[in-house]
């Protein structure tokens, strides 16, 4: 299934947890065919967790060609890792990149590479990881025809 992915910034009032509201202006990612559902679906999607007024304060196009997520809940940070894919050109001989981007679930840096290898382990072609990093992504929302089964990490590929 071939995901559109926009990333859309939250501005809200947050709850601290020492009691303190501070406002926010959170990335989420969200499945979506337009900029215009993409706005629709962040609404639907965080009116349940946030109580009081909130805006939907930038919407903009990510490229990712795959997410892996993690079922472990110690999994809880988002990573932007760039791969570069080795071909070579049939004409010339030459050695060719070609880059993706793919974002991966995990707690910490070694484990996204651990996990982004792990979600690349069918893979044929020849990459090489350029490089990954931590981003500010809170949670993604995937396209779902089933509404039923709304969590994030139970996302069928």
Known sequence: MMHNWFECKVRYEKLMENGVTRKANEPYLVDALSFTE????????????????FTVSDIKRARYSEIFTSPLESDDKWYKCKLNFITLDDKSGKEKKSSTQILVQ?????????????????TLADYEIASVAETAIVDIFPFEADKTNASTLETKE
């Open 38 to 53: 993409a706005e629709a679906r962040i609404i639907e999607e965080m009116q349940p967790y946030i109580s009081g007024e």
């Open 106 to 122: 995990a707690g910490d840096l070694k484990k996204a590479i651990d996990n982004l290898e792990e979600g690349m382990k069918g």
